[in-house]
Nanobody
Framework: QVQLVESGGGLVQAGGSLTLSCAAS????????INWFRQAPGKERESVAA????????YYADVVKGRFTISRDNAKNTVYLQMNSLKAEDTAGYYC????????????WGQGTRVTVSS
């Protein structure tokens, strides 16, 4: 099992940057695929970015491509989401999730961190 804790959210002006962290417990972190999701009030949850177990393969939703960067440091049991050129529409709760098997449902979720972008 793995426990996830997000941090790094906050209030930022449009055009600014934030870096979110997803810290995991356990010694098997490197065996998990990690995905960042977000959910804005009144909207469905959407996948933002994902990263493979070794960090080589990444995925980005079109709406964040070129602005967000996902990375991981398995030695520190942490995944990062660098967010640049933030827009008001990026305002949401951001959650990281983990799964052991590619294509399976995400079985482990953090409690989320709030990002608010003021225009």
């Amino acid at each position: 099992q793995v426990q996830l804790v997000e941090s790094g959210g906050g209030l930022v002006q449009a055009g600014g940057s934030l870096t979110l962290s997803c810290a995991a417990s356990g010694r098997t972190f490197s065996t998990y695929f990690i995905n960042w999701f977000r959910q804005a009030p009144g909207k469905e949850r959407e996948s933002v970015a994902a990263i493979s177990r070794n960090g080589i393969n990444t995925y980005y939703a079109d709406v964040v491509k070129g602005r967000f960067t996902i990375s991981r440091d398995n030695a520190k049991n942490t995944v990062y989401l660098q967010m640049n050129s933030l827009k008001a529409e990026d305002t949401a709760g951001y959650y990281c999730a983990a799964r052991r098997i590619e294509g399976a449902q995400y079985g482990y979720w953090g409690q989320g961190t709030r990002v608010t972008v003021s225009s």
